[in-house]
């Protein structure tokens, strides 16, 4: 994903999170439809991004620094996710 579609989804949560839900069905965001195919792919890359745990895993960050910190990703698309069940409720 490139760097500006991140930063745009950021700026649609945040907005949504700071507006709440609107008020009719007809005021909601529209939903990109996933196949269940799509979503078991979603589903298996997930899982390769977190340890035997289930905790996001470590990478080196910044290249070269030798510190090694938990990875964003999965955090953003548990976000994600949650905006997207926001939605779905609004749709109502």
């Given amino acids: 994903m490139k760097r500006r579609s991140v930063r745009h ?3 649609l949560a945040a907005c949504l999170l ?3 839900c609107a008020s009719t ?3 909601c ?3 990109a439809p996933y196949t269940a195919a799509e979503q078991d792919q979603a ?3 997930l899982e390769r991004l977190l340890d035997p745990y289930g905790r996001p895993r470590l990478l080196e960050y910044p290249p070269g620094s030798g510190r090694r910190v938990p ?3 999965p955090r ?3 976000d994600y996710a949650r905006l997207r069940a926001m939605v ?3 749709e109502g």
């Fill in 18 to 20: 700071a507006s709440g």
């Fill in 76 to 78: 953003m698309l548990d």
């Fill in 43 to 45: 589903a298996y890359e």
């Fill in 29 to 31: 965001p529209p939903l």
């Fill in 25 to 27: 069905a007809s005021d």
């Fill in 9 to 11: 989804g950021l700026a």
């Fill in 88 to 90: 779905r409720a609004c």
């Fill in 71 to 73: 990875m964003i990703l």
